[in-house]
């Protein structure tokens, strides 16, 4: 539940809680402390197998997290403080927590609900490139193709490159004036797709709490809408970040925020990570009050999050969630390969359904050619990843593992060789909005060879 | 590597700061140069070190412990070699991420391939001004600028560091920039003017050295 006392509750404690330097945060609570619970709770991961199947395991993930939280806190950079809470403080905050929410508006709302591990319904999906940046005379019939798609429930909104053909600098009148653009064509595709109503996260263009609130508020973003910020990995937050969030609760808005551990940074390997990405989504909704809690969490040299190193804990770390609390989680895929590949593809079937059979509430993506090279996406992935999602949520672990090995060894040697495919413009049609037909057919063989491991698609 | 470093070897790998202290003085009283340990020890571990990472397999946290180690032993050996302490710092380097970007995780394994492979590093965080980065690495009397950038907003910022260099002799007989991050590319860097430009932390490691040896 979000409510301006527990708000105050939190900036006093970001106030009055313990002094600490920095990097005896980063070195002492998080890297130690990981290390510390990893031991003490016996979190030991069979490496061979990406979907988890071990529930005493994800239990044991639960636990640490709840302990490893306790301890460490959530830096404040901008009062050198840690926001702390106990472990009772965690568990009673948590039973508050929202189990389900609508998001967007009219006949475009979308009921976003707590699954379980194997749950048959199928999850959410924000069919969008989330954030990756494109060219202005491509931003609209890009967005369009995403939400134009009847599997695609919510989306987020491209960035732009240039505002008006002029570089956008943050806190800068230019950030809030690309802040409002992106507000401005988000709900022109929408309108021209037919979905006014459909929920946006926002906003991404603009980066600083002045550029991001500006444009959310009327003829921007709607209380209906998704309201996102990053926290700093790992566990960190700053003023700014509290800034959005007191706005977002004065709105009414859906609290949508997500922490990105990277894997091999101060997390460590597969068995910390697990429990960093459990007690980060823990965190997002005890000291941040988030509606939704999502997460994508990084690979550091190839900067997707398809690889075994980061589905391995991904898998294990959201069935500790959800067997253990009602929170509504959400991952993203952020794939290395682009649209025009069958790389991305197959990392679609890989993520989409070991996230399904995993519990989580809504998939967001996918994100291609890792979000960093602009305009390298298009709505057909999306399509196929919803498509995914029902086909997904009638397999069980042990069937799901199966097929997630199997599209594995399709892409795992592209992992590190940047496969980012095409530009949006060239894999589809720019006045039809429909894909290539060399695009669609790649798309077609893919879905048949899939349909083939035991993917129901009808 | 020789046997008697073997100690050495190990307490850097692990981290162990103690040990790695009371290790490299006891060599020292046995006769061998702190300048030797470091070029026949430390640095060679260091090289694994880095090369582990690489590869994944080792991790950030390890790798911070055992430059720390490093950076202890340094400080020991400082009254001890002061002469020598240009050879054993490979250059100084200032790093940061540019205004308006918290985005650290890319500059701080930047920082720690750097000071494995032997730089001396001053990190001046995120969100930083281009006031303050050009202050620093006077103040610093470095020699490389390492900017970092993971978002296509605060391009411009890492742009204005280069242009600033530029516009002052001083600071352009005094400085090399390299640049990397998220939306930085080769091609990028070229036009921005920038030194230097790498696409990963191992690469960084690798145009750290060529500017370094490259005449101002
Ligand atoms: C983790 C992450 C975050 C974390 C950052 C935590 C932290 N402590 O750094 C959090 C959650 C805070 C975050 C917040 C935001 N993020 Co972010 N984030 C990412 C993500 C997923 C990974 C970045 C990362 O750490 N990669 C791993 C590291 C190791 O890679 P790297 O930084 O690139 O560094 C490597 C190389 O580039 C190179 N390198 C880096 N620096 C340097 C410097 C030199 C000199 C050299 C030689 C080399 C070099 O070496 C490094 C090691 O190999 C990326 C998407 C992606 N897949 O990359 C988005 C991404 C960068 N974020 C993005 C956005 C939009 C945001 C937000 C604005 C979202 C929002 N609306 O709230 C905020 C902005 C906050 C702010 N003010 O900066 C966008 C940027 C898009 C754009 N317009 O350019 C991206 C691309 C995602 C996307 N498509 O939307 N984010």
Redesign the pocket.
Known sequence: MKHTTRMMDIVQRSLDGPIKDEEDFNNKSISQGLARVVKEYDIQINKDQIVNMDDELADRVWEAAVDFLASSGVYCQSTGRVILHSREEIEEKLKHAPDNVWIGAGTDAVHEVYRKVEDPRRMLLMGS?????IEEEYYIPSLISYVQEPEVDVT?A????KIYGYD?R?RSPLEIMSSWREAELTLEAMRRAGRPGMAFT???????DVG?LSADGPGGLRNTDLH???????L?TNF??LN?LTHILYRDGIVD??????YG?LGGGMESQAVLITAAMIALNVVFMATCVGS??????N???TGKEVMIPSSLSFQALARNSHLLTNL?I?AVGGPGTKTILYECVAFTVMNTVSGGSRILGP?TA???VTGHFSGLEARFTGELLRAASKLNRGQAEEIVQKAYEKYEDDLNKQPYGKHFKDVYDLKTIQPTDEWLKMYDEVKNEVAGWGLSFD | MTDQYVNLGEAIKKGDVETGVSESLLLVERGVKPIEIFSECIEPTLAVIGDQFSRLEIFLPEMINSAEVVKAIQNEFKPLMEADQETISKGKIV?A?VS???????????KA?LEVNGFEVNDLG??VETKTILKSARDADADII??????????PFVKDVIDFIEANEEARSRFKV???????NREWADEAGAD?????????VD??YRLIDAPA
């Open positions: 490139a989330i954030g990756t940046a987020m491209p960035t732009l490159e956008i943050t926002g906003l991404g263009t603009s980066i600083s991001q996102t910020f990053g926290i700093i990995s790992e960190k700014e970040i959005k925020p997500y922490a990105n551990p990277i940074g994508s969490p990084t690979h550091p040299f900067f997707n999050d993203t952020t994100r890792t979000g960093t | 790093i991420t308006g970007d918290l985005h650290d995780i890319g500059k701080n394994i930047v391939m995120v969100d390492a900017l970092s950038a993971l978002m296509i907003p605060s391009l390299m640049v990397g991050g998220g939306p930085v230097g430009y790498g696409d990963d932390a191992i690469e960084a145009v750290a």
